[in-house]
């Protein structure tokens, strides 16, 4: 069954820290990896997507990495702001298949 | 920036009533998908539809069914609801492919 797991499942952190989330998943044939943020009440926002050929991709302070032989991905958020305070969830695609697969998220929270 | 809007954001409804939640999408997209998203668990996928009128069963399509009489705008039907079926409830488009879905804020909606 392709499941993705993230850890930890929640995290505090002092604005203008840094951080890392993990994301694992047993996804096959694998496709493409995304990270979502998602604030409360609202619905998820693409923060980054990439390929199994990809390693890193950054969108302004947020940098995503992805090792597809162990089944790794990472979320780095730089210079925590407020506004980073959300959920964050990995998702992961199936070659040749529309559905998703979603972990469960890791809520962050940035505090002053 | 595409649009996704979804008609409730809170909804309360009683046991064994009939519930239909709407989504519209404002970008000409091909694939439109209904999940639930629950405390703990990763999104679910209910119903995608992939063109007017095409439909096809998620992962937990018990106890629904789905719409789809325009490109823009895809249904969910709740026939008959029950207190399980509280959740809040996320519409999502996509052009298909690499390209990331799009979410509305969703619907929390509330069987007593």
């Known amino acids: 069954k392709n499941q993705v797991e993230q850890s930890p499942q929640s995290l505090i952190i002092l604005e203008g820290k840094n951080c890392t989330l993990q994301c694992n998943y047993t996804v096959s044939p694998f496709s493409n990896l995304r990270w979502y943020k998602q604030d409360t009440g609202r619905g998820p926002v693409s923060l980054t997507i990439?390929?199994?050929?990809?390693n890193t991709k950054s969108n302004g302070r947020y940098t995503a990495t992805l090792d597809a032989d162990t089944k790794q991905s990472s979320l780095h958020i730089t210079a925590s702001q407020l506004s980073d305070s959300a959920s964050y969830i990995c998702v992961v695609s199936v070659a040749s298949d529309y559905k998703l697969s979603f972990g469960a998220g890791t809520t962050v929270t940035v505090r002053a | 920036d595409v649009k996704v809007t979804q008609s409730s954001r809170y909804l309360v409804k009683r046991t064994g009533e009939k519930v239909f939640l709407e989504c519209v999408q404002d970008?000409?997209?091909?694939?439109m998908f209904w999940y639930r998203q629950d405390p703990g668990l990763g999104l679910r996928l209910i119903y995608f539809s992939y063109d007017v009128k095409m439909k096809e069963k998620g992962d937990i399509p018990e106890g629904y069914s789905v719409s789809r009489e325009k490109k823009e705008r895809f249904s969910l039907i709740l026939e008959s609801a029950s207190t399980n079926q509280t959740s809040m409830y996320l519409c999502a488009s996509s052009s298909g492919g690499w390209q990331p879905q799009h979410f509305g804020d969703g619907t929390r909606l509330s069987i007593l």
């Open positions: 990439m390929t199994f050929s990809e």
């Open positions: 970008m000409d997209h091909e694939n």
